[in-house]
């Protein structure tokens, strides 16, 4: 970190006491304290142009929009001029009794559970195997990223023709003998959400592979060395001290993949279209939100929505966050320039 | 520590300006200048080839027969259309010249002020070759918002060769007979009738007829106005649809079949023979005509209106459909009535029907209509003793949705008839 002090010109020689902690842990200071300090003249300067854009984009896109939704949310609203039917909480009444939300709600349940389950194993044992030295591993490294890489709506689309009644899937299985298995994978509610998890599995889990093959670069491998010295097979090792060393990575991963699949939106818009998520049983609370707010026209009661999925998906992340994450966190602050 | 914190201070400084820069480059193209010239934007929801072109020709026919007017064209696909309409008037950004489907959807933009009343801009050469009945579907008060275009009643369309394949002789004239010939086609081995479920409204328009034949035309205008289902004939359709889907005559995916998209569309079905019937409106010529293996108009195509019922309260050959046309966004400029009387006049309107194959609303335009399906639709569309806007367009966005959503639940068997009038009802708490 000896660099601190040679990027900006005017900072040369300004001694700023708390920049001396670099790496080293220091107990933050108490407010009080850290008040009387006080930063130069120029130090506040510095600090507003650096911090100034960003917060501004921040307050802009992200604050306000936050704010207006909810303010929006306690009208009913077309979405024609300012909002002037104030309803309180009716549209929040409407929305926790509407058995259409708790089915999206409820398939958003689902896509967390088995978005964890089904993706996680599946890329730990890739990731476990691209670890090792073989052949052409950076060609399958690639291979499996490069779902990740495609853009939703050219995946929904591609999948969406090929999964059709007459489709490719469905002609495959018939060429191959196997027309038994043909089905209407997308129209049928009693396999559609299968169908939808499998295309997140296939699309998302080079994410995973990468990450994992990231957390398991990081773990020293005479750990792994001393344990085969000591007499522990392969499976041995990977349980007892590769897991538990990339409990970490497991941790962030999760955490993104359970955001990600409560927020789905592209993916299903594009294969079921505007209107029969709900029917196909694949429905999730952004699709719920589209359909019932802009394609509605009532704008007032899509704002709420959104409001219910923000709240849902704030809590979820902060109890993730102080019950799973902060052992992983615990270390990461440093009492440094924060 | 602090170089990581200068890149970051740069790189938002940098996204700051971009964003910036985007945001000014973004003016609206639209309104008069000082020179005089005038620009307009129009949206319209052709996506075929000859639909594309006829928009090109006639702005730019425009603009020669109007110096220093110009139009621009937009393409917005049909499906998108009302969101992004929506969405565009809402943020005071509208296009000058738009679609209009008329209905609630007409009224609540003109409950929103954002319509111009073209009643006194309408040309006399419209005012005497349009008909004063294709003028009220975007009436209100005594005030016209929009320039009639085309007469899109509906019915089904047939395959002529299919239906001689299966031994089909004669038109069904009632549901008893459109059920006889749904098992001749399905004993012929041909799938009977395309349905484009993924859409909802296509799916809808199957229960919007049903209702038709069951309520009277006060049953109708009732519910029109006071978005009131509880006559027991809402139920009645329901039950009628119902028994018809237990039949099986659609399509195994129409769930997830689009309606004009694509070879895969019912349209796409009826097109390449894949389906030998498809309930729509009278602009389906044009799309199949797009979607045929040469893109020439099905050589073999048919139409008859929706079969009867017995003992529904509805006078027979009553018909359902649309009236579409064209509305000035209340900011536009002047000359947009202009464009709208150039759009009506009969040689435009001729064009129109040639780029379409649909039936021109300009009456002088419709003597050149020769195809027999074209004129089967006029004929029967005349005859009508009382004709409907489709449901969807007369209960505006929000009861229209859940009306097609609750029809397509139906028909999937995750409803049934009384929860989808309960859910039509349940839709009005969210607006």
């Not at chain 1, 002090?5 to 300004?14: A, D, F, I, K, Y």
């Not at chain 1, 038994?180 to 998302?204: E, R």
């Not at chain 1, 209107?275 to 009532?298: E, P």
Request: hydrophobic share 45%; glycine share 10%; with cysteine.
């Amino acid at each position: 970190m000896t660099v601190r002090e040679s990027s900006l010109p005017g900072q040369l020689g300004q001694a700023d006491p708390r920049a001396q902690g670099g790496g080293v842990a220091v107990p933050a200071a108490p407010p009080a304290a850290r008040k009387g300090r006080g930063l130069g003249w120029s130090g506040r300067l510095e600090v507003a142009i650096l911090v100034g854009p960003a917060l501004l984009v921040f307050l802009a896109f992200v604050i306000y929009p936050v704010v207006m939704a909810a303010y929006y949310g306690f009208f009913s609203w077309q979405g024609f001029g300012a909002p002037t039917d104030f309803v309180g909480f009716r549209n929040y009444l409407t929305i926790i009794q509407d058995p259409t939300f708790l089915e999206a709600l409820g398939h958003n349940a689902t896509i967390v559970v088995l978005s964890l389950v089904l993706q996680g194993p599946i890329a730990i044992l890739v990731a476990l195997l691209l670890n090792r030295k073989l052949r052409g591993q950076s060609l399958i490294r690639v291979l499996i990223f490069v779902p990740y890489v495609i853009s939703e709506v050219v995946v929904g689309t591609g999948w969406s023709l090929m999964l059709q009644g007459n489709g490719a899937v469905n002609g495959l299985l018939e060429k191959v003998g196997l027309g038994t298995l043909t089905q209407d994978w997308l129209a049928n509610p009693d396999i559609a959400m299968w169908t939808l998890m499998a295309i997140i599995t296939w699309k998302y889990i080079g994410f995973a592979v990468i990450l994992f093959l990231a957390g398991l670069q990081g773990i020293p491998e005479e750990l792994s060395e001393a344990a085969a010295i000591d007499g522990a097979s392969y499976w041995q090792i990977q349980r007892r001290i590769t897991l538990p060393l990339l409990g970490p990575t497991l941790r962030i991963w999760a955490f993104l993949s359970i955001i990600g699949s409560l927020q789905l939106f592209d993916l299903v818009y594009i294969i079921w279209g505007q209107y029969i998520a709900s029917t196909a049983g694949t429905s999730t609370m952004a699709t719920y939100l589209v359909a019932n707010g802009r394609n509605s026209g009532n704008y007032g009661y899509g704002n709420a929505v959104a409001v219910v999925l923000f709240v849902i998906s704030l809590v979820v992340a902060l109890v993730y966050q102080r019950y799973v994450l902060n052992r992983d966190t615990a270390g990461a602050i440093t009492g440094g320039k924060k | 520590m602090k170089s990581k914190r200068f890149l970051a201070g740069t790189a938002a400084l940098a996204f700051t300006a971009l964003a910036l820069s985007g945001c000014s480059a973004g003016g609206s193209g639209s309104g008069s200048s000082d020179d005089g010239s005038v620009e307009m934007t129009l949206w319209h929801n052709s996506t075929t080839g000859p639909g594309t072109e006829f928009w090109d020709k006639v702005t730019a026919d425009f603009a020669e027969a109007n110096p220093g007017v110009t139009v621009t064209p937009q393409s917005i696909q049909n499906e998108d259309l009302d969101g992004k309409l929506q969405t565009a008037l809402n943020s005071g950004d509208a296009p000058d010249v738009f679609l209009q489907r008329g209905g609630g959807k007409l009224a609540a933009m003109v409950a929103a002020g954002q319509i111009m009343d073209i009643t006194d801009g309408i040309s006399d050469t419209a005012r005497t070759e349009i008909s004063e009945g294709s003028f009220e579907a975007n009436t209100l008060d005594d005030k016209v918002y929009a320039m009639p275009v085309a007469v899109l009643p509906g019915g089904i369309f047939y395959s002529k060769d299919l239906f001689a394949e299966a031994g089909v002789t004669e038109t069904p004239k009632t549901v008893d007979e459109l059920n006889d010939v749904v098992q001749k086609l399905k004993d012929a081995d041909v799938s009977p009738i395309a349905l484009g479920g993924k859409d909802a409204w296509p799916a809808a328009h199957w229960y919007y007829f049903f209702a038709l034949r069951e309520c009277s035309a006060d049953t109708m205008a009732t519910a029109a106005e006071e978005r009131d289902f509880s006559d027991e004939c809402w139920t009645r359709a329901g039950e009628d649809l119902q028994s018809f889907v237990d039949t099986e005559p659609y399509n195994a995916d129409f769930l997830t079949t689009a309606a004009q998209q694509g070879a895969g569309s019912s349209a796409g079905l009826l097109a390449n023979h894949q389906a030998a019937m498809e309930l729509m409106g009278a602009w389906n010529p044009g799309v199949i005509a797009s979607l045929t293996p040469d893109a020439k108009p099905l050589p073999d195509l048919g139409w008859f209106p929706f079969p009867e019922i017995e003992g529904g309260d509805g006078q027979p050959g009553s018909i359902m459909g649309g009236v579409d046309g064209y509305s000035c966004s209340v900011d536009a400029p002047k000359e947009c009535v202009d464009f709208l009387n150039f759009l009506a006049t009969s040689d435009v309107q001729k064009e129109y029907y040639a780029a379409f194959n649909a039936p021109p609303v300009n009456s002088v335009a419709q003597e050149a209509v020769t195809e027999p399906y074209l004129k089967d639709i006029l004929t029967a569309y005349n005859a009508a003793p009382y004709v409907s806007q489709w449901l969807d367009t007369v209960y505006g966005l929000n009861v229209g949705n859940a009306l097609n959503v609750g029809v397509v639940d139906l028909m999937a068997g995750k409803g049934d008839p009384e929860k989808l009038v309960s859910a039509v009802n349940d839709a009005a708490k969210k607006s």
